[in-house]
């Protein structure tokens, strides 16, 4: 089995979708680890988003994350990394297939920032590295 971090990002939970999202994931029979409703700052987001610093959506993208609560979840479950990234669909909502989260409930709002809904560690790595931030 595996781990990863799912977010589900402040337009998510400003929208009331957590726990549309959360019912997915839990059909899907990934296992809830640990989760917990995240007020997250900047330094948090720095080192999340490191891989990004620079880019020209990098701080339009943390001041977003900065506008609400994150529901940083732990989750487990057979090739769960990749599974979940699956589930959740391609980055920009606008053209996410029909079926995945960002595909049904992503909204293409025009912004300089992707609000798309959820975030899902990309690797071994990322996850191990994320879990960390999120969670100590
Ligand atoms: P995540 O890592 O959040 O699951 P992802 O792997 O699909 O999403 P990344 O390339 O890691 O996307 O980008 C991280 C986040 O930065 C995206 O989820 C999105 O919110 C934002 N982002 C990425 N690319 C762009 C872009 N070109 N314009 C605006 N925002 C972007």
Redesign the pocket.
């Known amino acids: 089995t595996e781990e990863t971090l799912v977010l589900v990002k402040p337009d998510g939970v400003a929208r009331g979708l957590t726990g549309a999202i959360l019912a997915r994931i839990e059909a899907k029979g990934y296992a809830l680890v640990d989760i917990r409703l995240v007020e997250a700052d900047r330094e948090l987001l720095e080192q999340h ?1 490191a891989e ?1 610093a620079g880019k020209p ?1 990098y701080e339009p ?1 943390l001041e977003f994350m900065q506008s609400g609560p994150s529901v940083a979840i732990r989750l487990a479950g057979n090739r769960v990394i990749e599974g979940f990234r699956s589930l ?1 669909g ?2 920009d909502p606008t053209t996410a297939a029909p079926g995945t989260i960002r595909g049904d409930f992503g909204r293409d709002w025009g912004l ?3 609000q ?1 809904l ?3 560690s ?1 690797s071994p790595e990322s996850a191990a590295r994320e879990l960390q931030i999120w969670f100590g």
């Open positions: 988003y990004h959506f993208l959740a391609t980055t300089a920032v992707q798309n959820v975030h899902g990309d």
